[in-house]
């Protein structure tokens, strides 16, 4: 006897929460939607115009045109120094995340348990507290105005080494280690050979994290640089914004629409990164690494 298949229940909608869910979109993308508006206006129309529509002669064009030549070219200039900053300490600091937290995961050792509740400790203290200490530190070693005073704080993420830990210990599956080891694999290859691809989603998300948090970076370069040359574009667009406030009704108040415009220009980069690595943001990685 055949019963006849249960109906699919149609999932239910709540009209508060839709309405809370828009709110919440709209807070999100309406900076987002002012900033492509205002990139294409000059500095007169972003004062005379509705902020929330295209004035009368859109000149996104022109803008962008104009922020890449704008003083030889020197936005080009700060636009490679962030990339280079950013890359090299996502990278990085991905690197070491992973490998702390899968030694924290999957080895035991005196004090493992001190040393993570310090992790964790430091999560809670803000970077800019950090900032000053930093600066004294890297003057005694010299290494102030270069490079290296915005890459290598950036390498220390305790975040994302408790992230990696947490991530770690699920991902990677003890048995699959011990039959490397049984086969006579060292520490190092099991981490590099099989470690490291299972602790790929949760290797991305530091990526991401450090790579956005390295480019919106405003502070640590402030204090750490003072060579025109090795700003990166947070630094270099806000010495656009004093120029233009400076310049009041003269020429240099055309330098508003210029920072904004390069504001636009300097997130692409980070959607782009987005949309590229969100496919590696994958679950079960390790399914099916371990005969059941």
Not at 38 to 46: I, P
Not at 166 to 190: F, K, W
């Amino acid at each position: 006897m055949h019963t006849a298949p249960a109906k699919r229940q149609r999932p239910r909608r709540s009209t508060p929460l839709t309405i809370a869910m828009l709110a919440v979109l709209a807070y999100f993308l309406l900076p987002l939607f002012w900033l492509l508006i205002a990139s294409t206006k000059s500095a007169q129309d972003l004062f005379n115009s509705f902020g929330l529509w295209f004035s009368h002669a859109p000149q996104l064009l022109t803008n962008v045109r104009k922020t890449f030549t704008q003083d030889d070219g020197v936005f080009v200039h700060w636009l490679l120094n962030t990339v280079l900053y950013a890359g090299v300490s996502a990278i990085g600091a991905a690197l070491l995340a992973a490998a702390g937290g899968y030694g924290f995961a999957k080895f035991r050792f005196r004090g493992d348990r001190a040393a993570f509740n310090l992790v964790l400790g430091a999560v809670m203290v803000p970077t800019t507290a950090l900032a000053i200490p930093t600066y004294l530190l890297f003057a005694k070693a010299g290494l102030v105005n270069t490079p290296w005073a915005i890459i290598l704080p950036s390498l220390v993420n305790p975040f994302g080494l408790y992230l990696m830990r947490v991530y770690a210990q699920d991902a990677v599956p003890d048995s699959l280690l011990e039959a490397a080891r049984i086969d006579g694999a060292g520490e190092a290859r099991i981490f590099f050979r099989i470690a490291l691809r299972l602790l790929g989603p949760g290797l991305v998300t530091v990526l991401l994290f450090t790579l956005v948090a390295t480019w919106n970076n405003y502070f640590l370069p402030l204090i750490m640089l003072n060579d025109p040359d090795l700003y990166p574009i947070t630094i270099g667009l806000s010495s656009w914004a004093a120029q233009a406030q400076n310049g009041g009704a003269g020429t240099s108040s055309d330098m508003l629409a210029l920072v904004v415009t390069g504001s636009l220009i300097s997130i692409l980069p980070l959607v782009v990164a987005f949309l590229m690595l969100q496919r590696y943001w994958q679950s079960g990685l390790a399914t099916g690494g371990v005969k059941q």
